[in-house]
């Protein structure tokens, strides 16, 4: 028992030492609600968090995550499940600064201990002038079908022009 108790704690200490690496590209925290009340340890949860388009200013995309609670989750092992939304909008002008490809990854979170990983790529409907984003996971191994998409009709604000996407498109 006290050697399963170590392994856990030095497991732990691994995950938050790898963790901080990556703090500069977390997303904002809105709001998390819980789903399954757990006794003693933490809850299984919904949880929704903003990012704002990296190369793509005037863009920002809301996404929502199930979070494992329990042992595993308390104490960052859990893989957790493939099921988020996604939704993306326009929140000011828009402003490309740099060429893109089609599918390009706009933003990833690890998933589970070492090998998921949820990813949002970026596309661009050269027809209609919209942005595409598309959310998926993705294993090692095995990939999920689950996914989900939204769109941003790039739009006149203010007395900005839009830009036309296609012609950031490498």
């Keep these: 028992m006290r050697l399963m108790a170590k392994a856990a704690c030095a497991a732990a200490a691994f995950f938050i030492a790898t963790t901080a690496a990556f703090s500069a590209d977390e997303p904002d925290l809105i709001f998390k609600k819980s789903t399954v009340w757990k006794f003693l340890t933490p809850d299984h949860k919904l949880a929704t968090y903003a ?3 990296p190369i793509i200013d005037g863009v920002a ?3 929502t995550v199930p979070e494992k609670g329990g042992i595993s989750g ?3 092992v859990a893989e957790e499940v493939s099921d988020v939304s996604l939704a ?3 929140v000011g002008p828009v402003t490309i600064t740099e060429n893109f490809e089609q599918g390009e990854e706009m933003f990833r979170q690890r998933r589970s ?4 990983k949820m990813r949002i790529v970026r596309g661009c409907d050269e027809t209609r002038n919209v942005l595409v984003y598309l959310v998926y996971s993705d294993k090692l191994i095995e990939g999920s079908p689950k996914n989900s998409t939204s769109t941003v009709p790039i739009m006149p604000w203010g007395e900005q022009q839009p830009p036309r996407c296609a012609d950031y498109l490498d």
């Design 51 to 53: 990012i704002d388009d």
């Design 61 to 63: 995309c809301h996404f």
């Design 113 to 116: 201990f070492l090998f998921k």
């Design 74 to 76: 308390w104490i960052g």
């Design 88 to 90: 993306c909008r326009q």
